[in-house]
């Protein structure tokens, strides 16, 4: 099994920056596909952003576009969520997560998870 470790949460001001790590046990880290949720409050665990095995695709929830990159560096079995411009809605447990399948946003099709990293961004 593959275990995810995050880091890097904690709390920001509005328009801040904050980059979360995710760093991956296994050394086939670079056959997965990864990507980041979180869940607010009150609310079911949404899609942030996703990045292929080989790095060459990406994909973002239309919240964060534009706001929120996701790189990943395979020779230090990492992937990375670099958030700016942080806006108090941003406020959610982010959770890492890969998939042994293709690039994808749904939930279902991510195998292993990470335990979650608090980001708080206050007004």
């Known amino acids: 099994q593959v275990q995810l470790v995050e880091s890097g949460g904690g709390l920001v001001q509005a328009g801040g920056s904050l980059r979360l790590s995710c760093a991956a046990s296994e050394r086939t880290f670079s056959n997965y596909a990864m990507g980041w949720f979180r869940q607010a409050p009150g609310k079911e665990r949404e899609f942030v952003a996703a990045?292929?095995?080989?790095?060459?695709?990406?994909l973002y929830a239309d919240s964060v576009k534009g706001r929120f990159t996701i790189p990943r560096d395979n020779a230090k079995n990492t992937v990375y969520l670099q958030m700016n411009n942080l806006k108090p809605e941003d406020t959610a447990n982010y959770y890492c997560a890969a998939s042994r399948f293709m690039l994808t946003t749904m939930e279902r099709t991510y195998n292993y998870w990470g335990q979650g990293t608090q980001v708080t961004v206050s007004s």
């Open positions: 990045i292929s095995s080989s790095g060459e695709r990406t």
